[in-house]
């Protein structure tokens, strides 16, 4: 049996990890090795292991430890988790200003602006600092019980101290972009149908029943708002995000205090540029009253609070046309379909081409050879088309199939069952080869400096 002094080391132990953690997750900012860090943690491991009756489900040990549940269970909001009404100019923030001040009868209101975060709401119930639940918004009222997942993510704390009894945080789930564009390099190589953008792939990495598969996927939380809680007095937005700071929580650091709307305006524009600079995906910002007392004066629609707003930004597309359809080599084999385009200027570069990722890519979108399409940027990086201008089509557009041999070698194309990728099967490919050799020396890998694509063409 555990004797006093272990439950003490235990402790102790969990104390000092949580501190490391919340440096290296949530400050990025480590003030010790990942080799000590490492060390600590399994003492922590060592210990329970050998004293089981000690481990609880907030240890750091937990993370991944929750079991794959059958499915997701549904639970009532206590305050339901509201949506926000949108704005799509100046003029609509204006009259939102306008509203605002006859409600609570005054000539000037101080307002937050924070980032609108393109991911997922998420509801943390922790009871005496414990995570002991998390929840979707699901349709607001009803959420889905996704706890064994959240629990993964790192910048979620499983225990706070000093926290009041009862507290719900809210908050947004997302993928950094380098996560996303990682995460569909992956799945193209591996024949699976790429995500969309980095909300998509934060839902599908969230909703997933096997808690190992989310742990994989890199997901992080902002927090900016409180649910239902007891125990805790906060006067504003500002206080409310210092407070959930001190709590240990990612806050996103581009909030700002105005005290007119013209300033919000101000700011709403200047994020409009900025915005595509940061390492995570926002569609817009969000605009608070930032005194408590005045959102509870001006209340709520059944859908959203008459104290806030969200300013949508235009989404970043333009048209341009499918010229061909090009097949290239992947390190595995794989062959990958891209669409060679008419040139054309998007969020700072010039488009020339999109990859259509396999098959089936193609085949649920419909493109053809010679359609018009629109593009964005996937993860602000990556050229993807979103849809087809079916209505601009003359009849001269061509059907795009993949080739029976690789153009590369010549032996035959296989698609493996169950897969929606076509790989050579020749394993001495030339253009296998030449993609492992590049891939060997670059960054990711060995690092070769100046052994690039034409160094190993000569090579060859
Ligand atoms: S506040 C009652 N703040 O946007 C107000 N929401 O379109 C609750 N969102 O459902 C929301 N960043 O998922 C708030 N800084 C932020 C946000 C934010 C992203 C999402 C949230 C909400 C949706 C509304």
Redesign the pocket.
Known sequence: MATEEIRKKVQELRKEIRHHSYLYYVKDAPEITDYEFDHLYRQLVDLEKEYPELVTPDSPTQRVGGKASDDFGKVRFRKPM???ANAFSADELRDFDRRVKEGLGVNSVEYIT????DGL?MNLIYENGSLVQGLT?GDGRVGEDVTANVKTIHTIPLYIENAPPYMEVRG?VYMPRKSFIALNEERDEAGLMPFANCRNAAAGSLRQLDPHVTASRNLAFFA??LGDMQGLEIHSQEELLKQLEAFHFQVNPNYRKWDSIEGVIKGVNEWEVKRHDLGYDTDGM?IKVNDFAQQNQLGATVKD?KW?M?YKYPPEEVETKVERIIVTMGRTGVLTPSADLTPVHLAGTTVKRATLHNMDFIHEKDIRVGDHVMIYKAGEIIPEISTVLKNKRTGKEEIFEMPKTCPICGEPVHRIEGEAAYRCTNPNCGGVVREKLIHFASRDAMDIEGMGPSVVDSLL
């Open positions: 509201l949506s926000l924070e980032l609108k975060i709401s918004r947004e900016y708002a969000v609070p806030a969200a």
